[in-house]
């Protein structure tokens, strides 16, 4: 029986280092001139993270990080833009579903650059409404066969918790994202659910 793949070993991830390996050959100047150029096309709006500008912006950010790019100061900071008080690094906060737990992430390190206490309070409550009732569809899918057993027909259900998951993606791009955008020069939001095999192509705005 073959090893299983651990999922820095899985093909899509395999994949996504080979297309990093071109901006793993930039100079630091010319890196930090591309990122400060993409983070300018990426200003006032509100993108999926299954975007490809987002995921080329994604895997320049990684090497930027462990270079320690912005630190270096090689450019400005495109208009708008404030340091990430996580890792200094410009501020493009990521939503998804754990908002209240994680609060908005960092593009640039992954760590917690937005606490959802420090989301402004006035968008707090609908924020919060929204991810208990995205929780619970997603929960469906990490239930046990102990209460898989409990419904009539738990494929059913599964399917019916995707569907779900589906429209509130959709409800919080239309209804919760814009606001924060009020706020944040740019913003990245989750736009899948593998969970659930909920795809990008799924969540129709």
């Not at 998951?165 to 209804?175: D, G, N, P, Q, S």
Request: include cysteine; hydrophobic fraction near 40%; proline fraction near 7%.
């Amino acid at each position: 029986m073959p090893e299983p793949q651990s999922a820095s070993d899985a093909p899509v991830d395999r994949l996504w280092k080979e297309y990093g390996k071109s901006f793993g050959e930039f100079d630091d100047l010319t890196l930090a001139r591309w990122s400060s150029q993409t983070l300018g096309q990426l200003h006032g709006k509100a993108w999926r993270l299954s975007h490809p500008l987002v995921g080329a912006y994604r895997l320049a950010a990684q090497i930027a990080h462990d270079r320690g790019l912005w630190h270096q100061r090689l450019v400005n900071f495109p208009t708008g833009y404030t340091a990430a008080p996580c890792c200094r690094a410009p501020l493009l906060p990521f939503f998804t579903r754990e908002v209240i737990e994680v609060g908005l992430l960092c593009q640039h390190c992954g760590e917690s650059a937005v606490p959802f206490t420090d989301i402004p309070a006035e968008l707090r409550p609908a924020i919060e409404k929204w991810a208990k009732k995205y929780g619970a569809a997603h929960e469906v899918a990490h239930w046990d066969e102990k209460k898989q057993k409990k419904v009539a027909d738990y494929d059913r259900k599964f399917e019916g918790a995707a569907q779900e998951a589906e429209e509130l993606l959709a409800a919080v791009c239309h209804e919760v994202i814009p606001l924060l955008l009020e706020h944040y020069p740019a913003l990245v939001w989750e736009d899948h659910d593998e969970c659930l095999e909920v795809r990008p192509e799924d969540v129709v705005l």
